[in-house]
């Protein structure tokens, strides 16, 4: 086919590497402007655009899409097949998905209609999901509401984090989009409707996300702090500054009775009573303005005592 590829972080890469090998004729990729990164704001390529180009393929990096009449003339030269948007981070207006015989198609991290919006990895794994996976769909004017094509599921276990998933369902997307382009060639897919019912949001994440909420268990704790990496990552309060939470791990066994957020140290733990009676252990922390501690030297350093308070 002749496709415009629309991507921006690592996700999307794997899934513009499977398309060329596969034989499709990339004729554009679009991809968000460069931004500056890091401490030092250096302003680097972003990884889509750093892809394509040792391909040959030819980069824009719109700032703005909705009326801009020089892309539409490019996209209209163009004429592709098919628009393939993989976290592209742009709304596409009307005219563009419209153009193409294909239509525009997204290459999703859920299992739709669940986890529609911005951090479906993330919230499915916050929220205690056993599996999630990767839906190809025609887009539309709504968010993630257009009409499903493929589906491929994948495992949620007890130590996944974002991160991992992230890297998993890039390559499980990537061999589906492949899919899903001969299916629609041969006429071998039918489009289904999504029955919104059953949707649920998965929102922007905002800093806020990482505090920790000690009445909520162990274990939804641990599932946030596993979902929110790398950020907002998981912290709490402590004395009035910011600790950090780099390491943590839920606690089979149910604490004595303590208030949720108080800390008691057993054997150079660090342990912190949470709701419903369970315990959570702190592996590695970090107080603001602090390098990072253990436990034992972070309990030792700074002199805390058995049912002093976080949060």
């Known amino acids: 086919m002749n496709l415009v590829f629309c991507g921006t972080p690592e996700f999307a890469v794997p ?8 034989g499709h004729e990339i004729a554009l990729v679009l991809s968000q402007p460069d931004r500056p990164v890091g401490r030092h704001a250096e302003v680097l390529p972003t990884p889509v655009k750093r892809t394509a180009h040792p391909l040959g393929i ?15 003339t490019e996209l209209e030269r163009i004429r592709p097949d098919a628009i393939i948007v993989v976290a592209y981070g742009r709304i596409l207006p009307q005219w563009m998905l419209d153009l193409p015989r294909f239509g525009c198609i997204n290459g999703h991290a859920s299992l739709l209609p669940r986890w529609r919006g911005a951090a479906p990895i993330q919230w499915a794994i916050a929220s205690g999901d056993t599996e999630t996976g990767v839906t190809t769909m025609l887009l539309d004017a709504g968010l993630d509401t257009g009409a499903m094509l493929l589906k491929q599921s994948a495992p949620i276990l007890v130590d996944t984090t974002s991160p991992m998933l992230f890297r998993e369902l890039a390559v499980l997307g990537a061999s589906l989009m492949v899919q899903t382009l001969q299916g629609l060639e041969a006429g071998t897919i039918t489009p289904e409707k999504q029955d919104d019912s059953l949707a649920t949001l998965a929102p922007m994440l905002k800093r806020e996300d990482g505090l920790i909420d000690w009445s909520h268990s162990a274990a939804e704790i641990d599932r946030r702090f596993r979902g929110f990496q790398p950020w907002p990552g998981a912290y709490t309060v402590l004395r009035g500054k910011k600790l950090i939470v780099h390491a943590m791990r839920p606690e089979a066994w149910r604490t004595r009775v303590a208030e949720p957020g108080s800390i008691q140290s057993e054997q150079g733990k660090m342990c912190v009573a949470c709701g ?5 252990i702190l592996n590695e922390v ?14 030792r350093g700074f002199q805390i005592q058995d049912g002093e308070m976080l949060g």
């Open 276 to 280: 419903e009676g369970s315990t959570l």
């Open 15 to 22: 899934t513009l590497e499977a398309l060329a090998a596969a």
């Open 286 to 299: 970090q107080l603001e303005g602090k390098k990072r501690m253990s436990p034992a030297d972070f309990l």
């Open 58 to 72: 030819p980069v824009q990096q719109p700032e703005k899409i909705r009326n801009n009449e020089k892309l539409r």
